[in-house]
């Protein structure tokens, strides 16, 4: 994905990372579950679905996204997800990746 956008391949971490969620991940979770219950209740369960198969990207990859702090373990990167943009924001100490926090692109932080 990354060469199809001007960057660098990015080799995958030898086996895959442990991926856990925090208590303010779920919640954003469950916000999103929430928000589409009442506007679509079949995607509801989909878009959750998506999320969780998009961030499980980073067990593999755990350096694609982009450092947000100057902390090199706290990173940031944009996906899509059927058709919506979220951001998802975790942390990678090289032995486990966090996942902290995840926003949909139009939501105000």
Do not use: C
């Not at 954003?28 to 995607?43: G, I, W």
């Amino acid at each position: 994905m990354a060469a199809h956008v001007g960057h660098a391949p990015i080799s995958p971490v030898a086996g895959s990372i442990d991926l856990d969620w925090s208590d303010d991940a779920l919640a954003d979770l469950d916000r999103f579950a929430a928000f589409l219950q009442q506007q679509s209740p079949e995607l509801a369960a989909i878009v959750a679905e998506e999320i969780i198969a998009r961030a499980q990207l980073l067990s593999r990859h755990p350096k694609l996204g982009r450092p947000i702090s100057t902390r090199e373990e706290y990173r940031q990167i944009v996906m899509q997800v059927l058709g919506g943009t979220y951001v998802f924001q975790y942390r990678y100490d090289g032995n486990r990746i966090v996942m902290l926090r995840v926003f949909h692109g139009r939501e105000a932080r």
